[in-house]
């Protein structure tokens, strides 16, 4: 059976996506093989990255002077690689701290010796709300301006797209990719890990304004080296073959339900109606700021923390799974990502609400 999976990632995925990968698990378009099996440098493969590649431009609305790569090493990868693609050590970097995502970015790039400027932090809210736009300056000799769109941990979104000036605007979307229309424009950089909105574990989706492909260090390695990757159509050597297969499933699939103006319509509705249930009870709370509260993890806790643990057994039983909270924070995380139907949502409101009837 399957279950209503409510992990912060990695996370459900599209059943029907699903399904396809399993029919064609041991004979790939015809190939006699899995797409596990082939060659990376064949045409088969390469047609089959070209697509996901096209697939994203087309979903995320990429202009022509921009890069997509597909890269190993996650997110947390990509935590290094920016300084080292875009600030030479030394110089400053500033960063918006909105919370834990935020902070393993800030001490990465303290590691490869930039200067990390952190011009709004959110530590005085514990990390529950997001700067007002104009809150903060960022100066003009700044490499970059780093931030995390969605903070999984403590559910709190950004609703604005900040102004960085003529400093490049670098964005971690990995618990918020896709889930709604972006304007690729605004950034210079968009990066993030597949496991939560489009695909399996491991695999980052890097999207670089091509004129900032010329400031990498020189010592950068040629694996975390974007202009490297990009030359190489991010084939430098193996990529993460079934994932970037599985990313293309996951792209036609979001644009045969809608592309990013349905999937957005969708994801507010579903988080609407969970952050309502939150609202009209006394017996759970979300301790994020309205306005900043996220689409996609919905952080909540119980007016008693002792009855926490038949909380979670209960929903267990009723194939609602992983909602128990970061370790950091506690109480329950309700990710819904794309990939979770209103059904899951409404699953979840009508068991919170028989919990609360029969256990306040
Ligand atoms: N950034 C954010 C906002 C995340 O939620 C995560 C993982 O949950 C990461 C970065 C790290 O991603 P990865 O585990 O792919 O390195």
């Known amino acids: 059976m399957r279950v209503y999976n409510f992990s912060a990632g990695p996370a459900q995925l599209p059943l029907p996506v699903l399904e396809q990968a399993a029919a064609e698990l041991t004979d790939w378009q015809g190939s006699g093989m899995s797409v596990l099996e082939v060659s990376h440098r064949g045409k088969d493969f390469v047609a089959c990255a070209a697509d996901a ?19 190993a090493g996650g997110a947390t990868g990509q ?55 104009g809150s903060f300056a960022v100066p003009a000799d700044a490499a970059y301006l780093h931030y995390t769109p969605n903070e999984t941990i ?21 618990s918020t990719y896709l889930s709604r229309p972006l304007d690729v424009e605004r950034f210079g950089v968009i990066y993030g890990g597949a ?23 020189p010592d950068v390695p040629a694996i975390w080296d974007w202009k490297v990757m990009a030359g190489a159509d991010s084939m430098l050597n193996t990529p993460p073959t079934f ?5 293309g499933l996951i792209l036609h699939w979001i644009e045969s339900t809608g592309g990013l103006e349905a999937m957005g319509e969708r994801n507010r509705a579903k988080a609407e109606r969970l952050y309502a249930a939150i609202d009209a009870s006394d017996f759970y709370t979300n301790p994020v700021e309205p306005r900043s509260r996220s689409w996609m993890n919905i952080p909540f806790t119980l007016a008693d923390p ?11 039983a009723a194939g609602l799974t992983n909602l128990k909270g970061h370790r950091s924070v506690g109480g329950m995380r309700a990710s819904i990502y794309n990939a979770m139907p209103d059904d899951g949502v409404t699953a979840l409101i009508d068991y919170m609400t028989e919990f609360e009837r029969t256990r306040a």
Not at 53 to 71: T, W
Not at 85 to 98: C, D, E
Request: aromatic letters at 8%; hydrophobic letters at 45%.
């Open 53 to 71: 590649e096209a697939a994203f431009r087309r979903v995320a609305g990429v202009p022509d002077n921009y890069r997509v790569l597909f890269l």
């Open 79 to 133: 935590f290094s690689a920016i300084p080292m693609n875009l600030a030479p050590r030394g110089a400053t970097a500033a960063y918006l701290n909105t919370g834990q995502w935020s902070k393993k970015a800030i001490k990465e790039a303290a590691r490869q010796g930039v200067n990390v400027l952190t011009v709004a932090d959110e530590a005085a809210s514990a990390y529950t709300t997001t700067p007002e736009p």
């Open 154 to 174: 403590g559910g709190v979104e950004f609703p604005y797209v900040p102004d960085a000036g003529d400093v490049p605007l670098v964005a971690d979307f990995s």
């Open 195 to 217: 496991q939560k909105n489009l695909g399996p574990a491991g695999l980052a989706i890097v999207v670089v304004r091509e004129d900032l492909l010329d400031r990498a260090r």
């Open 243 to 247: 994932s970037i297969y599985l990313l």
């Open 306 to 316: 002792a009855l926490d643990a038949d909380f979670l057994a209960g929903a267990d």
